[in-house]
């Protein structure tokens, strides 16, 4: 919804990932936070509580449109991710959300710290009413007092995010368990669930697998991916931890679970400290070494005759890991058995008969960027709104259909954000979509490109862009900009303060135009419409970085034929 009348429920890829989700598991929980809000929703101003009636109507309105076009029944509702709660927001929202015929609907607050939301709630009755979850993010394994005394659910909301090495998968073993074993958090949800985005923008390989080549269709499934299956293969959202859980006498967790129904899942880790430290927050320090476990189960438990045994095994020492690997049944004897424990392991004992480690063919091996690079986007009715291999940063890049060109420009790219949104990281002014290798240093961009707004339009194509995401505002590169009043600019960053050359071009609005840009060593030139308009440009830094087209402002634009050759 980028305007206020803009009903759109197909754009991105989260309505299709939802759905494939729930055809693996029709149980998994479904659950939106906002990490920015449509600019219109503030009013123009960067703050989505001044008009919380209009916040909440657009959220609601989410919920509803995901049941109406998808058939998918959200379960949850943040309120914004890492930023400031607002308890009148919250409160308009339960409301907004009853009215619309969605009670079954949760509320989640406040996606950040524990403070000051559980304080919060323990002061206003209301409020409390309105939330069912206190949602914490890296909260280290632990909580704190008015959290525990709001009898709330506890939920680790945002966790992980960390590099998908070994230790990042000890990392997850660990407070997939301690959450609970330290905090009685009965949620953990890692960010992210793929690295499927250039590994050169912030958090790279930050997710539970690695795919990030669709070039190439390389993937990999990192560790996390096993540890994650320790416990969701055996256990399923309803689950109940039992009271019984703990360290063990040298170091390490276990957790029990149970469906109420006869069935148990007790998961267990003994990972290093050096072995799983997480990006945040620092990890105190603690020993592990391997040991032998008791365990005793007790009451209904203790007919259990025989559990099922996976494991996962890190083995740093040899760098040969084994992980999710099923072992022979233990058998109990009178609701008793012993494990022999090494360090850095993961093991999963289990009534579950089901769990099975699912195998895949091996992916194609990796390989960078194509260095000559086209699409005309050329799509009549694409799978997703957005193009292949290009990232947007900042501003939204969609597959458009030009009725009104009978020519040569009917399927088009289009940035169609126009008014700043109320934004969770700090966007650049511009908006920006990078695409490529960012290794690339010596390389031609050309791109067709069409402004749709008179005297202020501007677009841009570029080469060299060193930086994305929450660093965007920052970006350098070679930038070659048309305007609509007749001028071009050739800058080394982003926000254009650093001009390497400037002049009169000739382009206007509701135009086509061909921009072309060549970066060589330390020198650029630009084309327009296939005839030199500048050359011999001076550009020390960046040596390399990824090529990008975007616009001036948030305004409409069209971009078609774009293409890179890189050597």
């Known amino acids: 919804m980028h305007y206020e009348n803009d009903a759109n429920f197909f754009r991105g890829y989260e309505w299709w990932l939802m759905k494939e989700a729930k055809k693996r598991n029709s149980n998994i929980t479904l659950i939106g936070l906002p990490w920015a809000f449509p600019g219109w929703v503030g009013n123009g101003k960067n703050w989505p509580y001044d008009f919380p009636d209009i916040t909440a109507s657009y959220v609601v309105s989410w919920v509803l449109g995901a049941k109406q076009y998808h058939d998918l029944d959200i379960d949850y509702v943040g309120i914004w991710n890492e930023r400031n709660f607002d308890s009148k927001y919250i409160k308009l929202l339960r409301y907004t959300l009853d009215k619309s015929g969605l009670e079954r609907v949760r509320i989640i607050a406040s996606d950040n710290l524990w403070e000051p939301i559980a304080l919060f709630l323990l002061l206003d009755q209301e409020l409390s009413r309105a939330v069912d979850v206190i949602g ?51 949620s953990t949800i890692a960010w992210n669930l793929v690295a499927s985005y250039y590994e050169k923008l912030p958090f790279g390989r930050d997710g539970l697998m690695t795919a990030e080549e669709p070039w190439s269709g390389s993937y990999v499934v990192e560790s996390p991916i096993w540890i994650t299956a320790h416990t969701t293969q055996f256990s399923q959202p309803g689950w109940t931890y039992l009271q019984t859980v703990g360290h063990l006498a040298q170091g390490g967790s276990y957790v029990a679970l149970t469906d109420r129904k006869g069935n148990l ?11 799983s430290v997480c990006v945040r927050p620092p990890l105190p320090p603690y020993n592990v070494t391997s040991q032998n476990a008791t365990f005793q189960l007790k009451g209904s438990f203790t007919s259990i005759k025989e559990l099922n045994v996976w494991r996962s095994r890190f083995d740093f020492k040899t760098s040969k890991p084994s992980f999710f690997e099923k072992l022979t049944p233990l058998k109990l004897l009178d609701g008793s058995f012993t494990l022999s424990l090494g360090e850095d392991e993961v093991y999963t004992l289990t009534t579950i008969a089901t769990g099975q480690k699912g195998s895949y063919p091996d992916p194609p091996p990796s390989a960078p960027f194509p260095n000559v690079y086209k699409d005309d986007f050329n799509v009549a009715t694409p799978p997703f709104s957005e193009a292949p291999d290009f990232a947007d940063q900042t501003g939204v890049f969609e597959y458009y259909t030009n009725l009104t060109d009978p020519g040569d420009h009917v399927f088009t790219l289009r940035q169609v954000v126009t008014q700043r949104p109320i934004t969770w990281a700090t966007d650049a002014d511009q908006t920006i979509t990078v695409i490529g290798n960012y290794q690339w240093e010596n390389l031609t961009v050309t791109c067709d490109v069409f402004m749709e707004k008179v005297q202020t339009g501007g677009v841009f194509i570029a080469a060299r862009v060193d930086q994305g995401g929450q660093s965007v505002r920052g970006a350098k590169g070679v930038f070659f900009w048309v305007f609509a009043d007749g001028t071009y600019k050739v800058t080394n960053d982003i926000a254009g303060q650093t001009v390497l050359a400037e002049g009169q071009s000739g382009t206007r609005a509701y135009g086509w135009h061909t921009l072309s840009l060549t970066v060589k060593g330390q020198f650029a030139s630009g084309k327009l419409n296939g005839f030199p308009l500048w050359k011999n440009a001076v550009v020390l830094t960046p040596q390399n970085g990824w090529a990008a087209v975007g616009t001036h402002s948030f305004q409409l634009a069209q971009f078609d034929n774009f293409a890179v050759e890189a050597q």
């Not at 525990?148 to 960390?162: A, G, I």
Request: net charge negative.
């Open 136 to 186: 914490a993010h890296y909260p280290g394994t632990t909580t704190v007092m008015e959290a525990l005394k709001s009898q709330k659910k506890l939920w680790s909301s945002e966790d992980y995010s960390t590099f998908n090495n070994e230790v990042g998968g000890g990392c997850w073993a660990r407070i997939l368990n301690q959450n609970y074993v330290n905090g009685l958090m009965t």
């Open 265 to 275: 899942t007790v998961v267990i880790e003994t990972m290093t400290h050096d072995h």
